[in-house]
């Protein structure tokens, strides 16, 4: 009998295990981190500065773009896209960098005044597609919500440190595949 659970115990957690997504059916082929102005990729917005008159605000962010390799045999379909959320998790290096320079961690974003987005291609099977994730840092003019632009040298700082994270990928909050960045 005791045979016998243990065989079903077995059973069943290798069941578990395989239902569940893992990293091996998403590879990350590639990361490509630069810090942009860019308003197509960081967007932009309009600020009333006195009656009849705006001011357009476009954040300086750093953006970071993770070439995918989907080796299922299903795809990551438009249905799944608001399903996925991705996050960079920083090493302490790289918190205190963008502490240091921006006045707050980025990263948490539930804390974060600044702003970030994310944007996820449908991946057919077996194909490649792209993740995009941004972190605002500073504001090209002067603005209350985010900081002045740092100085080139603070900025090219944090872009030295920026792979000194994890990307964490979940689909409906559960982690279907993390990848250490300091190695890609």
């Given at each position: 009998?005791?045979?016998?659970?243990?065989?079903?115990?077995?059973?069943?957690?290798?069941?578990?295990?395989?239902?569940?997504?893992?990293?091996?059916?998403?590879k990350?082929?590639?990361?490509?981190?630069?810090?942009?102005?860019?308003?197509?990729?960081?967007?932009?917005?309009?600020?009333?500065?006195?009656?009849?008159?705006?001011?357009?605000?476009?954040?300086?962010?750093?953006?970071?773009?993770?070439?995918?390799?989907?080796?299922?045999?299903?795809?990551?379909?438009?249905?799944?896209?608001?399903?996925?959320?991705?996050?960079?998790?920083?090493?302490?290096?790289?918190?205190?960098?963008?502490?240091?320079?921006?006045?707050?961690?980025?990263?948490?974003?539930?804390?974060?005044?600044?702003?970030?987005?994310?944007?996820?291609?449908?991946?057919?099977?077996?194909?490649?597609?792209?993740?995009?994730?941004?972190?605002?840092?500073?504001?090209?003019?002067?603005?209350?919500?985010?900081?002045?632009?740092?100085t080139k040298?603070?900025?090219?700082?944090?872009?030295?440190?920026?792979?000194?994270?994890?990307?964490?990928?979940?689909?409906?909050?559960?982690?279907?595949?993390?990848?250490?960045?300091?190695?890609?």
């Amino acid at each position: 009998m005791k045979k016998y659970v243990g065989f079903l115990f077995f059973v069943l957690l290798l069941f578990m295990v395989s239902a569940c997504s893992n990293s091996e059916d998403i590879k990350l082929s590639k990361t490509e981190v630069m810090i942009t102005n860019n308003k197509d990729l960081v967007g932009e917005r309009t600020k009333t500065i006195e009656e009849g008159k705006s001011q357009t605000i476009v954040p300086t962010a750093l953006y970071y773009t993770f070439t995918v390799k989907n080796n299922s045999n299903k795809s990551i379909s438009n249905a799944d896209l608001n399903k996925i959320k991705l996050k960079i998790k920083p090493n302490q290096e790289l918190v205190s960098v963008v502490e240091d320079t921006v006045g707050s961690n980025i990263y948490n974003v539930n804390k974060n005044r600044l702003g970030w987005g994310q944007g996820i291609e449908e991946i057919p099977a077996n194909g490649t597609g792209k993740f995009n994730i941004y972190y605002n840092l500073c504001a090209d003019k002067q603005d209350n919500k985010l900081p002045s632009i740092p100085t080139k040298k603070e900025l090219k700082r944090i872009k030295e440190n920026a792979l000194k994270a994890t990307l964490v990928v979940s689909k409906d909050g559960e982690e279907i595949a993390h990848f250490n960045l300091n190695k890609n």
